[in-house]
Nanobody
Framework: QERLVESGGGLVQAGGSLRLSCAAS????????MAWYRQAPGKQRELVAS???????NYADSVKGRFTTFRDDTKITVYMQMNNLKPEDTAVYYC?????WGQGTQVTVSS
């Protein structure tokens, strides 16, 4: 069964950093479009970042210059490095690919 598992979330102070990982269980996720979304309490899920099979990335304006997503297809894993975190980045972060969603990982940024 193909699935995605996020990890790396946690509690961090404003200005801090976290690195999220999205590990895929199946080879069907190799060389496919992958994306990160987040959902804060009471808000809709929003696209944060995406990465194509060739490594082209796109970011929401709110995270440009602070978040970087990259992939290691040998490990079938996608990462998102999050720097200079802000309280408004607090949310559950999900990765998705091929219509499959992970369970999410909580990121909490204290002021």
């Amino acid at each position: 069964q193909e699935r995605l598992v996020e990890s790396g979330g946690g509690l961090v102070q404003a200005g801090g950093s976290l690195r999220l990982s999205c590990a895929a269980s199946g080879s069907i996720f190799r060389n496919v479009y992958m994306a990160w979304y987040r959902q804060a309490p009471g808000k809709q899920r929003e696209l944060v970042a995406s990465i194509t099979p060739g490594g082209t990335t796109n970011y929401a304006d709110s995270v440009k210059g602070r978040f970087t997503t990259f992939r290691d297809d040998t490990k079938i894993t996608v990462y998102m490095q999050m720097n200079n975190l802000k309280p408004e980045d607090t949310a559950v972060y999900y990765c998705t690919g091929r219509g499959v969603w992970g369970q999410g990982t909580q990121v909490t940024v204290s002021s």
